[in-house]
T-cell receptor, first 115, second 111 residues
Framework: EAQVTQNPRYLITVTGKKLTVTCSQNMNHEYMSWYRQDPGLGLRQIYYSMNVEVTDKGDVPEGYKVSRKEKRNFPLILESPSPNQTSLYFC??????????????FGPGTRLTVL | GDSVTQMEGPVTLSEEAFLTINCTYT??????LFWYVQYPGEGLQLLLK?????DKGSNKGFEATYRKETTSFHLEKGSVQVSDSAVYFCALPRGFQKLVFGTGTRLLVSP
């Protein structure tokens, strides 16, 4: 089954404790990205990657890092989380080839609470 | 810059009622337009899309027509079901592969 998986689905942590949210897709997609969803703001892009070792900032990158060492994985790293990063996070992927390049596939979300 | 404006929710309807969720956009040119749906506890799924002006996207009984005159892409369904309860997002692409989302509209359908 084609899917994007994220782990963990729920996480409660404390300010300053480094954490990583993993994202993996099995569709051989080149493009992957991270969004955060906040009430009244919709989804905003944090970082994106067009392929292995190619990453760039989205609209709200401050406080986040990413890496793309393998095509299927795109982890989101919070080196020193703060309460304003409490949010619902989504990973998404899409193909850069073929006819459906404008269709993005989303993971189930990770609800992060930073105390 | 490019943006999407959706009606505030929640929208509360009884089963079999007619649904309209308004979406208007501001964009340069005529980008593709999308509706995504987020069911409780799940990620977003593409519901439908339209790639050019006057196109109508449709899926699962939902429809939306790309109207460049009014810069709108309203979502409609003739008869909603309880299973349609979800959050609906209007979106358009900005730049390379990035989506700009509206704030989402929650639909609650009661039996």
């Amino acid at each position: 089954e084609a899917q994007v998986t994220q782990n963990p689905r729920y996480l409660i942590t404390v300010t300053g404790k480094k954490l990583t949210v993993t994202c993996s897709q099995n569709m051989n997609h080149e493009y992957m990205s991270w969004y955060r969803q906040d009430p009244g703001l919709g989804l905003r892009q944090i970082y994106y990657s067009m392929n292995v070792e190619v990453t760039d900032k989205g609209d709200v990158p401050e406080g986040y890092k990413v890496s793309r060492k393998e095509k299927r994985n795109f982890p989101l790293i919070l080196e020193s989380p703060s309460p304003n990063q409490t949010s619902l996070y989504f990973c998404a992927s899409s193909s850069l080839l073929g006819v459906a390049t404008d269709t993005q596939y989303f993971g189930p979300g990770t609800r992060l609470t930073v105390l | 810059g490019d943006s999407v404006t959706q009606m505030e929710g929640p929208v509360t309807l009884s089963e079999e009622a007619f649904l309209t969720i308004n979406c208007t956009y501001t964009a340069t040119g005529y980008p593709s337009l999308f509706w995504y749906v987020q069911y409780p506890g799940e990620g977003l799924q593409l519901l439908l899309k339209a790639t050019k002006a006057d196109d109508k996207g449709s899926n699962k009984g939902f429809e939306a027509t790309y109207r460049k005159e009014t810069t709108s892409f309203h979502l409609e369904k003739g008869s909603v079901q309880v299973s349609d309860s979800a959050v609906y997002f209007c979106a358009l692409p900005r730049g390379f592969q990035k989506l700009v989302f509206g704030t989402g509209t929650r639909l609650l359908v009661s039996p």
